[in-house]
């Protein structure tokens, strides 16, 4: 089964750069959608940005133009570069795959954006 670990986050003061990482164990990574999820406090958790296997990319209209999501097979590591950083972008972000049983998550990286 999937083994995920994120890492990366931190405080950053608005219009600031952040890089997740997001390393992947125990599966064929290269099969895999990888998907970055975040969750602010007291909200729901959403959908930032998903990979697919092919390198197919689709993001969250308000993170668009501003955070990349990119994967290296290789070191079986998904990314999540973010740019001119808000505050509202302020959450615990989390790594995400699923295969046909089950969905596997990791523990989250705390991304604090100062005004």
């Known amino acids: 089964q999937a083994q995920l670990v994120e890492s990366g986050g931190g405080l950053v003061q608005a219009g600031g750069s952040l890089r997740l990482s997001c390393a992947a164990s125990?599966?064929?990574?290269?099969?895999?959608?990888m998907t970055w999820y975040r969750q602010a406090p007291g909200s729901q958790r959403e959908l930032v940005a998903t990979?697919?296997?092919?390198?197919?990319?689709n993001y969250a209209d308000s993170v668009k133009g501003r955070f990349t999501i990119s994967r290296d097979n290789a070191k079986k590591t998904v990314y999540l570069q973010m740019d001119s950083l808000k505050p509202e972008d302020t959450a615990v972000y989390y790594c995400?795959?699923?295969?046909?049983?089950?969905?596997?998550w990791g523990q989250g990286t705390q991304v604090t954006v100062s005004s």
């Open positions: 990979i697919t296997s092919v390198g197919g990319t």
């Open positions: 995400n795959t699923e295969d046909p049983t089950r969905s596997y």
């Open positions: 125990g599966i064929i990574f290269s099969l895999y959608v």
